[in-house]
Every structure is written in C-alpha cells, then in structure tokens.
C-alpha cells in the first residue's frame, strides 16, 4: 500500500464518527448563535444580487470555510453551478462538467438516492476506496481539498440542491461540532436556497428558454408547477407554450420539438381551452399573477 493510500485510510478511520453524526445529536447544538439580525439579512436578500454573498457570511459565522459551491444536480443534464466562491482556485467546479466526471461525486451519487434536507461530509458518505481513485486525485487532490461538508435539499422534480462548503490543506477535517451546526442550521439555509433558487430559476426561464431543447426540458417543470398542474396541463403543452412565450411561431416550434406544425396548432388548442384563454398575450399575463391571485400561478 502507498504512503498515498496509507495516509487516506488513516484520514478516513479518523473521521469514521461523521457516518452516525449528521442529524443524530443536532438537540444539542446551541442556538444562542443564531443571531435574528442575521437571518433577517440573509432573508431579505432572498431573489437579490447580494443573497450568495449573505448566506456564506452567515455560515461563516457558524463554520470555518475555504471555498463554497452551490450547485443544482439533476439526474437529466450537467449539474447547475449557482454560485462558487473559492479564492485560490476560481474555477473550482468546473472540472466536473467534463465527460460526466460529476457522476463519481459522492454528493451527486448521495442526491440522486433521494436524500433530502440532510447533512453529509464527505467522509461519511464516500467509500474508503474513493480516496485511492483517479477521482479522487484529479479533483479533490488538485484542487487541495481535504473535507467536504454538505447540505443537500429537495428543489423540484427535477432539481435537486447541495451547498458545499469544504477546506483545503491549510485546514483540519470538519469536526462533529462543524456538522451538527450545519445539520442545526439546515432547515433554515434549505428554505432560503429554496426561495431564492426557485425565483432564480424563474429568471432564468425566461431569458434562456427556448434557446435549445435541452434548456427547454430543463425549466419546463417550472412552467407546468406555474401554470398548475390541477388544470392538467401536460410537460409537451408546457414547452409549446414555453416557446410562445419567446415569441416563436408554429413552424419555429415544430422545429424546436421536432415535431409537426399540425401537432403544435393541437397543443395550443388543448393549452387555450385548459387555461380558458385565447391568446399568447393572455397567456403571458396568466404566467405573470402574482400567487394567490384568481389564476393562483
């Protein structure tokens, strides 16, 4: 066995604790420092330039950090990169969008088994042959990243959220205070990244959509979640209207969708009689309602 292997598997036995921690012991983390002025300013930051910057200052606060990433997987397409601060290697993430790398992430692997709105290291989650894979040396090794801390939430059908905070050679491993706080505070951060990364991905939506297919089926739940699934309006109907949105005609449609013209003329009609309107303009009023209004969308 290598120096290499000998002195992963020894980083590993020392923090075996993290695979009972998470979540386990979280009644007896203290909250005397979650500070209401705090929360208050992250909140009002929520759907704003500023929300990325106030959310790792207020775990900052509460965690000692070297780089932060939030990123949305989806089991569909290449993970989302929302935001990433990491001062001494900006392109930090970027190497996992190539030839599927992000797949042998433990925290892509974590989230596509489901886990919402739980707490992980990475020690805890990674099996003990990761820390000798090519993985691991190519990603983790080069970037000098030696733990990994992080939230994993529920976004959409689609959309899963992980914040990851992590610390580099100059740093300790996460300790069991570091991860009951995260786990103390995951509640809290979870609706705060839910709120601001659904407005994000609505904004999004309607400066990106239509643009190619792929980016169609990537918000296309948003519309259908918007426009209400009680009406019984399907994803195809969706992305029809999707694209009427974006100003785009029968024809340009069809040949989005690769579909035919015909086929397009059918789902605007079936789109108009379930939403009970008769025009793209009503169309893009109803997508405008604020919540609670008559439409509700």
């Not at 998470?22 to 929360?39: E, F, K, M």
């Not at 965690?63 to 001494?88: G, T």
């Amino acid at each position: 066995m290598t120096m290499h292997s000998l002195a992963t598997r020894a980083l590993y036995n020392r923090t075996q604790v993290h695979h009972a921690l998470c979540g386990s012991d979280v009644r007896q983390a203290r909250a005397d420092w979650i500070d209401p002025v705090a929360i208050g300013e992250l909140f009002s930051a929520v759907g704003q330039r500023p929300f990325f910057e106030r959310l790792r200052a207020f775990v900052r606060e509460r965690i000692h950090f070297d780089n932060c990433v939030v990123v949305a997987f989806s089991p569909l397409r290449k993970p989302l990169v929302l935001h990433q601060w990491a001062p001494e290697v900006p392109d930090y993430f970027g190497m996992l969008h190539d030839d599927m790398a992000y797949q042998n992430d433990p925290f892509f692997q974590q989230a596509m088994k489901g886990s919402q709105d739980t707490v992980h290291t990475l020690q805890s989650i990674a099996p003990i042959e990761f820390f000798d894979s090519a993985f691991f040396d190519h990603y983790y090794r080069q970037v000098g990243m030696i733990d990994e801390l992080g939230l994993i939430s529920s976004q959409d059908s689609e959309h899963i959220l992980h914040l990851s905070i992590s610390r580099s050679a100059q740093s300790t491993v996460f300790a069991q205070g570091d991860c009951d706080s995260m786990a103390y505070m995951g509640p809290l951060l979870s609706v705060a990244l839910k709120q601001h990364c659904a407005l994000w991905f609505e904004r999004m939506f309607f400066q990106r959509i239509g643009r190619d297919e792929d980016t169609l089926r990537a918000f296309t739940p948003l519309l259908v979640g918007r426009l209400g699934p009680d009406r019984g309006v399907t994803p195809r109907e969706a992305e029809v209207a999707a694209l009427m949105l974006r100003g785009h005609t029968n024809d340009s449609i069809a040949l989005i969708l690769g579909i035919r013209a015909g086929t397009v003329k059918v789902h605007r009609k079936n789109l108009y009689a379930k939403l009970e309107i008769s025009s793209t303009a009503e169309l893009f009023l109803l997508c405008q309602r604020p919540a609670g209004s008559a439409w509700d969308c």
